[in-house]
């Protein structure tokens, strides 16, 4: 994703129920229901799409204001993560997406994992995932909390310290719980890593 990205939207997706509410002589509020956009590269992939019950778009500020938004990120033609919020922006020619307020990132795996948070921001001329404020991992195997996190393209969330993470027994009860240093959750082997700032400590659980 580092080689893209004049995006490309499809704007008859979203022009069908358009109210313009002109502000002043230049800024005009273009009020959207039922936004549907998707979002693709310059090569036609497919990057994310936005759908929200209620939004509005900005013509000084070139971006949207939504609400109750639910986000699907792709890698190809397969959903890779569902986030839904509160509220969300969309800015800077559609490459900044931050989300506000209840943030629930998923995968759609049938066991999935989920991720909470206060706020996520995503520039996707990177490839990483910044959130914020009450961190919640949690599956059938782990629960991990911290008050930040990043999530990376290779399916690593970096959870930041200090970091409490509490084991799941077979009947889903917590069977420990500890705190420790930076930890990392591999969603793709789904492993745990923990390391200590001197290098001195490091362990790895499997699930």
Avoid at 98 to 104: D, P, R, S, T, Y
Avoid at 105 to 117: E, N
Avoid at 159 to 183: C, G, L, M, T
Avoid at 184 to 200: G, H, I, M, P, Q
């Amino acid at each position: 994703m580092n080689n893209i990205y004049r995006l490309i939207i499809f704007l008859p997706l979203f022009m069908i129920g358009c109210a313009p509410n002109v502000i002043d002589e230049n800024k005009v509020i273009q009020k959207i229901e039922s936004l549907d956009m998707t979002i693709f590269s310059k090569r036609g992939d497919k990057i994310y799409s936005i759908t929200s019950p209620k939004s509005s778009y900005d013509n000084l500020e070139l971006g949207f204001e939504l609400k109750k938004p639910i986000i699907n990120i792709f890698n190809g033609e397969e959903t890779k993560y569902i986030i839904s919020s509160e509220e969300s922006t969309l800015s800077d020619n559609n490459k900044l997406l931050k989300l506000k307020g209840n943030v629930k990132l998923k995968t759609p795996k049938k066991d999935g994992d989920f991720l909470y948070a206060d706020n996520f921001i995503w520039n996707i001329e990177n490839t990483n995932y910044l959130l914020e404020g009450n961190i919640r991992f949690e599956n059938q195997n782990i629960i991990l909390n911290s008050g930040k996190a990043i999530l990376g393209s290779d399916n690593i969330i970096e959870f930041f310290n200090p970091v409490k993470y509490i084991i799941k027994e077979e009947n889903n009860e917590n069977k420990f719980e500890i705190n420790s240093e930076n930890a990392y959750y591999n969603l793709t082997t789904e492993s745990v890593s923990f390391k200590a700032k001197d290098n001195r400590v490091k362990s790895i659980i499997y699930f």
